[in-house]
């Protein structure tokens, strides 16, 4: 079970990724999703990541600056995942 800092960075992180990635991909925007998609693939993400690389784990500056980085992209990744699932099955109806 993460700590509560942990779970912050991965929040604040996805978010982020999340957010830049409807930014960016504008045709995999979500709206309010992004920032949802994006905190939920942060923090399952990071925890998978520090599951399998334990040296993610702690508070030092690398630890902590590969979980903001695993968070950011996993959250920008399932935004555009989410996103893409829900454009093709509004083009199948």
């Not at 942990?6 to 925007?29: F, T, V």
Request: glycine share 14%; hydrophobic share 55%.
């Amino acid at each position: 079970m993460p700590d509560i800092v942990s779970l912050i960075i991965w929040l604040i992180a996805g978010i982020a990724g999340g957010n830049a990635a409807g930014e960016l991909l504008k045709d995999y925007d979500l709206g309010p999703g992004n920032t949802v998609a994006g905190a939920i693939g942060g923090v399952v993400a990071a925890q998978i990541v520090q599951t399998f690389i334990p040296t993610l784990r702690g508070f030092d500056v690398g630890p902590v600056l590969g979980q903001v980085i695993v968070a950011a992209v996993c959250g920008a990744a399932l935004t555009v995942i989410a996103a893409a699932v829900l454009a093709r099955r509004q083009r199948r109806r």
